[in-house]
């Protein structure tokens, strides 16, 4: 079992609708989830990262967190072409280094 | 000026050369990371460093060494490059404290292995 699934996609969503990707871990004793966004070609970005159970909203985006389900997702809301990426979900699991899921791509359709 | 560089940007070499990858950072970040990115696997975690007497090996150390010269710069070795080893690398930092740990992204070498 890998520590951190993602489904790769593509996710196709039209432009203006809600996008919700999802990602599910391991390892329990995670403390902090994060969500990148990486263009082709490009190195990932930070979109944000929560580390409570429930919601966090930054704009359009909102990170959700279920620690007894071991889920974490995204909503991108009123999307956008420009959202056309590859999400990267990435756990905290303790003192080690993040580990990242291999993401799920997005494809916001004009 | 970027505050994560990497260099070069791009690489071809052939395999058995020795190849070195430079990272460095102005972020004042005390933590820094080593990927690989293959199509469809994500990041893969090589090696990182806590500080700079702090060197840890990740899931893929295999085949690369690294370097922790000085707190602002973390360099990655391939001591003889195999075909296999062709991939897009990143450089990544972080500042210890908290739960968040969250890591800035340099904009990646990109290494062809002949």
């Known amino acids: 079992q890998k520590e951190v699934e993602q489904n790769s996609g593509p996710l196709s969503v039209p432009e203006g609708a809600i996008a919700s990707l999802n990602c599910t871990y391991s390892?329990?004793?995670?403390?902090?989830f994060f969500w990148y966004r990486q263009y082709s070609g490009k190195s990932p970005e930070l979109i944000m990262f929560?580390?409570?159970?429930g919601d966090k909203e930054d704009g359009r985006f909102t990170a959700q967190l279920n620690k007894a389900s071991q889920y974490v997702s995204l909503l991108i809301r009123d999307s956008q072409p420009s959202d056309s990426a590859t999400y990267l979900c990435a756990v905290k699991p303790g003192r080690r280094a993040l580990t990242f899921g291999s993401g799920t791509r997005l494809q916001v359709q004009p | 000026d970027a505050d994560v560089t990497q260099t070069p940007r791009n690489r071809i070499t052939k395999t058995g050369k020795r190849i070195m990858l430079e990272c460095s950072q102005t972020?004042?970040?005390?933590?820094m990371y080593w990927y690989r990115q293959d199509p469809g696997l994500g990041l893969r975690l090589i090696y990182y460093s806590f500080d700079v007497k702090d060197i840890n090996k990740g899931e893929i150390s295999d085949g690369y060494s690294v370097s922790r010269q000085a707190q602002a710069k973390f360099s990655l070795s391939l001591e003889s490059a195999i075909p296999n080893q062709t991939a897009l690398y990143f450089c990544?930092?972080?500042?210890?404290?908290?739960?968040?740990?969250?890591?800035?992204f340099g904009p990646g070498t990109r290494l062809t292995v002949l």
């Open positions: 390892d329990r004793g995670s403390q902090s």
């Open positions: 929560i580390y409570s159970n």
């Open positions: 990544a930092t972080s500042q210890t404290g908290g739960f968040t740990d969250t890591q800035y």
């Open positions: 972020k004042g970040h005390d933590r």
